[in-house]
């Protein structure tokens, strides 16, 4: 009787193709604009280009010998950061204008930028100028207080930098800020089997639907019909988790590091998750279908977007400013799940989120079957 209600009940699920929609199709999608986006700013960067500016030829450049030093040493190499032309006034103010040119370095008493437009050519231009005036300005105060700091070797001892911190991993995964986005789009789409677990509540509740007054004076055990219901609905979200990672994984080449097995775990505890907590909405929300779906809708997306899926860095700034909701938001849990599995080499993090999602599934479930099984109704 069961595997009949189970197998049954599957079929059912599968003919709701606005909802298959919306927890695999809108996911695979959303991933392969994820992948565009980041794909050209990626390209972007690998393909820099010197920044080409002006300096108006004049006797205070032409005296000015560090400086011009300091230009010819970022304008040559294999990787120059500007492109320097020495020009009159008029000519470098007539290629600016004609956008040849990104801005216009004017040395008199101190030395000016002029742009007529913001970017990242400009801003480079204006972190090289930064960072020469404050070098400057340094040189200056210590030749003041130690005249012979020269003679020992100051001037040579600037082209020398040096870096004293080493960039690690724990896990020997390159970080990565766009992978964030990724995992949180998979944190959204486990929580959009929140839509099978609400949909399952309808169909068993009489008067939201006449499939729902059929199932309630049906012979079947409610306990029988819940249990059935929600595996069918699991084994149909969770094998659109399966079909999302490896589109993910094989297809965009998401790094999901190499704890492959964990991975799915993850998959499958957020799916559980998901489904628990649209079970728990339309067991404690007393409205219609549609009002059910749009509240559902809404937590969803805003517990998304509090996991970082529209702006990565407000997943950090919950977790400074209210970690309590990092630790209660399932988004956050599968999110971070799977961070923690391409980053951290020790599995306690990742324990961790899985233990407070097994948690919240548990007591969701719960909380739904003592709603359910007291629902009752007035025969008409």
């Not at 595997?3 to 927890?23: A, I, M, P, Q, S």
């Not at 012979?148 to 991993?169: C, H, M, V, W």
Request: overall charge neutral.
């Amino acid at each position: 009787m069961f595997l009949f209600h189970y197998t049954n009940r599957l079929k059912c699920l599968l003919r709701d193709k606005e909802t298959v929609f919306w927890t695999l199709l809108f996911p695979i999608l959303l991933a392969s604009l994820f992948n565009i986006a980041f794909g050209s700013i990626t390209s972007a960067t690998e393909t820099f280009s010197p920044v080409s500016t002006a300096v108006i030829d004049n006797r205070a450049y032409q005296n000015n010998i560090p400086f011009k030093e300091a230009l010819k040493s970022v304008s040559s190499g294999d990787q120059p950061l500007l492109k320097v032309s020495v020009l009159s006034r008029e000519e470098a103010e007539q290629k600016l204008k004609k956008g040849e040119i990104s801005g216009v370095i004017t040395v008199s008493d101190s030395i000016s930028l002029r742009v007529l437009n913001t970017g990242i050519n400009q801003s480079l231009l204006k972190s090289f100028l930064d960072e020469y005036l404050q070098t400057e300005k340094t040189v200056n105060a210590i030749i003041k207080s130690n005249p012979s700091a020269i003679k020992d070797g100051l001037l040579s001892s600037l082209a020398d930098r040096r870096s004293y911190t080493d960039e690690i991993s724990f896990s020997g995964a390159e970080p990565d800020t766009m992978l964030a986005y990724f995992y949180a789009l998979l944190a959204m789409t486990c929580l959009y089997g929140s839509f099978w677990g609400l949909r399952n509540v309808t169909d068993i509740q009489a008067d939201l639907s006449p499939l729902g007054a059929r199932r309630s004076v049906s012979p079947t055990h409610k306990l029988t019909s819940i249990v059935s219901d929600q595996l069918a609905a699991l084994t149909l979200h969770f094998t659109e988790i399966l079909i999302t990672l490896c589109y993910l994984g094989f297809v965009l080449g998401v790094d999901f590091g190499e704890r492959g097995v964990l991975v799915v775990l993850t998959g499958f505890v957020g799916s559980v998750t998901g489904i628990s907590f649209g079970t728990f909405i339309g067991s404690v929300i007393r409205k219609n279908e549609k009002m059910k779906y749009a509240i559902l809708n809404g937590v969803s997306l805003a517990m998304s977007f509090l996991a970082g899926l529209m702006f990565v860095d407000m997943k950090y700034i919950i977790a400074k400013n209210v970690p309590l909701l990092s630790y209660i938001n399932p988004a956050a849990l599968v999110a971070d799940a799977f961070y923690s599995l391409n980053i951290y080499e020790s599995l306690t993090r990742f324990y961790l989120n899985i233990g407070i999602l097994c948690v919240i599934s548990v007591l969701l479930s719960a909380a739904s079957y003592m709603l359910v099984r007291r629902e009752k109704y007035a025969s008409i």
